[in-house]
């Protein structure tokens, strides 16, 4: 076991992938940069150690790089293509959601599209509003594809080399504000399973399912009120799509409350389908009525004031499942 | 360039085969037996077959909504094409895409696409993992005019000139973007394509032997790992964007005398290069090709349709999957 930050628990997969696989190949703007690897330096050392043909900087072209990372998938290669900011989903959205998502489905079958492609998510860095969503509940209402949200650097691990190896499309989501959070991470490779969420912590009193970024605020709040003697037991999907609804309804059956914690817009979001799951499938466990604590119906301020009263809080948190408790 | 007379029945055949599929595919969605959209390929056959004959399935292209002509230059099975675009459970996409996603991965047929520029930046995918992998295949895109104006058009031309990518952009002018005259000048869509820093050439897409021979140079180009080429062809569309659509936009006269100038099977005949070709395995080509057809159709009309569960099923290879 080694401490690593999410960042290089990220490059050390794409180094274990890339040399475990020839057909990996790392795609996109400034991967290849050998002076960092990219604007965070996720990919740094690749290009030096696997070549300019395997670790491919591509020009600002993002249907282009989704479109080719797609037709390398179909045709023999894994790619691992980076979209720099979600954001940019805008731009190339047709080459995911109607060619790469649906090859398998509209060709009955016939085609494999082994693509990994890795997107930086959320606000907290001060990037403003095109360079801040989160926005992966788009892609969850996409079929075809997977969707993968790590919180700590043993996930990140594990889930980025299971998105690598599995033959299905997957948009892996990096919160830009948690790359230098550190954990004990195996040193040697390892995969974590899809649909399979993890309890962060175990309790009685209420339960809340967070995503990305915000199980951390939901751990805190969780520290916070096992002082008041309030129980919190806190889910973390990992993956978004699948979801594993079964641990949400179990953890729920147990606590009888729950709060959904999600930095999306509040609309159709993660904390929608998850209280729309629950409402669905577990309405006989609920004691209270479910919270969910989302950013507000708004772009993502530049300004640090604003931005800090966007993003959801470890007191909203907190105040969230006071609420639900006292029900 | 020599041509074996052998290589001329098979250029004749495919473009005739195209011809009368679609002319059977049309009768058929006339008679409301095939569902959806149908595009119409007719008067483009030359390209097709032309640009196809240098590929092998180890080769690849990415079609467009007019694709039926690809498919069939590409190899695709004309069976499972038919029972495809009757919607029916053996059909080559188990009936869920339908006319315009045919593809075969076992012929490099990477699709069909309903996307108006949505093929481009997959073939050049298609092209990079050749030139990653060093295997000397290539990748072809057609592009109709319309899609010359995508941005996805422009992104892929760039990212193959800038990575040499072995890709050939086959433009295939007909002068209609859907409904609409396409109002860009023959040539300025090569033009385009050339100032990406690439070879671009316009020729007479109702030729079989331009297509033939400008296409052999920039497959050997593209082989020779010196990078992409465009080429485009100029063929006047047949019928309208779609099936049903009777061109009232068009000038009649201009429509009827360009049906007949740019049909490019007489033209092909005429040519001194198949002064050779006989009569009788002409005529021999085209009962055969008429008699797989209807042998095709009937199976494929009565052939079964899918189960209603197998809509669940190719969404994933393995949703909740573990490692591969």
Do not use: W
């Amino acid at each position: 076991m080694s401490k690593l930050s999410i960042r290089e628990a990220i490059n050390q997969v794409l180094h274990e992938e890339m040399a475990r696989d020839d057909r990996v190949v790392v795609m996109g703007e400034d991967v290849a940069n050998r002076d960092n690897g990219g604007v965070y330096g996720i990919t740094a050392g690749l290009a030096e150690k696997f070549g300019e043909l395997r670790v491919i900087d591509t020009p600002i072209t993002e249907s282009a790089i989704i479109g080719a990372a797609g037709g390398a998938a179909l045709t023999g290669l894994r790619p691992v293509a980076e979209l720099m900011f979600i954001d940019f989903l805008g731009v190339c959205l047709d080459q995911l959601m109607n060619q790469i998502a649906k090859f398998r489905y509209m060709f009955g079958g016939g085609a494999t599209t082994p693509v990994t492609i890795r997107t930086m998510i959320g606000a907290g860095a001060g990037t403003g509003p095109q360079h801040s969503a989160i926005l992966y509940p788009m892609l969850v209402a996409i079929p075809g594809i997977k969707v993968v949200a790590p919180s700590n650097a043993y996930d990140a691990k594990g889930l980025l080399a299971q998105a690598i190896r599995d033959d299905d499309p997957v948009v892996f989501c990096e919160h830009k504000a948690i790359y230098t959070e550190e954990c004990e991470v195996p040193d040697e490779p390892f995969t974590i399973p899809f649909g399979q969420a993890r309890t962060v912590c175990e309790g009685t009193d209420v339960t809340v399912v967070a995503f990305s970024r915000m199980v951390l605020l939901a751990e805190q709040a969780a520290t916070q009120l096992a002082a008041e003697g309030i129980s919190v037991e806190v889910i973390d999907p990992r993956t978004l799509s699948p979801l594993d609804d079964e641990a949400i309804l179990a953890s729920l059956q147990k606590t009888g409350r729950l709060v959904v914690v999600d930095e999306s817009n509040p609309y159709c979001s993660m904390a929608s389908e998850v209280s729309s799951i629950v409402v669905d499938r577990g309405f006989d466990y609920l004691d209270a009525p479910i919270r969910k604590v989302t950013a507000p119906h708004t772009p993502v301020p530049a300004s640090p004031v604003l931005e800090l009263e966007y993003v959801p809080s470890v007191a909203d948190v907190e105040a969230a499942i006071r609420e639900v408790v006292a029900y | 360039m020599i041509y074996s007379t052998e290589m001329l029945y098979q250029a004749y055949r495919s473009m005739k085969l195209i011809r009368e599929f679609e002319e059977r595919m049309r009768e058929e969605y006339q008679r409301g037996k095939l569902p959806g959209f149908i595009h119409m390929y007719r008067n483009q056959e030359a390209i097709a077959v032309g640009a196809c004959m240098h590929l092998g399935d180890e080769d690849y292209i990415a079609s467009t909504h007019r694709g039926h002509g690809h498919c069939i230059a590409k190899g695709c099975d004309i069976e499972d094409m038919l029972l495809e675009l009757a919607c029916k459970q053996d059909g080559i996409c188990k009936g869920k895409g339908g006319s315009m996603h045919i593809a075969d991965m076992s012929k490099g047929m990477l699709g069909a696409n309903a996307i108006v520029g949505g093929g481009p930046p997959i073939a050049a995918g298609a092209a990079l993992t050749a030139r990653t992998l060093g295997n000397g295949r290539v990748s072809m895109a057609f592009i109709g005019d319309g899609a010359s104006d995508q941005g996805t058009v422009a992104e892929a031309l760039n990212l193959a000139s800038v990575l040499q990518l072995p890709m050939i952009f086959m433009y295939e002018n007909n002068h209609f973007a859907e409904f609409t005259r396409n109002p860009k000048p023959d040539g300025r869509i090569a033009e385009r394509a050339g100032a990406y820093g690439m070879p671009a050439v316009t020729l007479d897409g109702t030729d079989f032997f331009a297509v033939y021979e400008a296409v052999a140079d920039a497959v050997q180009r593209g082989r020779q790992g010196r990078g992409p080429s465009a080429i485009e062809a100029i063929a006047s569309r047949y019928y309208g964007h779609f099936e049903g659509d009777a061109q009232q936009y068009r000038d009649s006269t201009e429509l009827e005398s360009s049906r007949i100038t740019s049909d490019p099977i007489p033209k092909f005949l005429a040519d001194s290069r198949c002064s050779d070709l006989e009569t009788a395995r002409i005529e021999q080509i085209d009962a055969e090709i008429l008699a797989s057809l209807d042998a095709g159709v009937e199976r494929a009309l009565a052939a079964a349709d899918p189960l209603p569960e197998q809509l669940y099923s190719d969404v994933y290879v393995n949703y909740r999957g573990e490692s591969a």
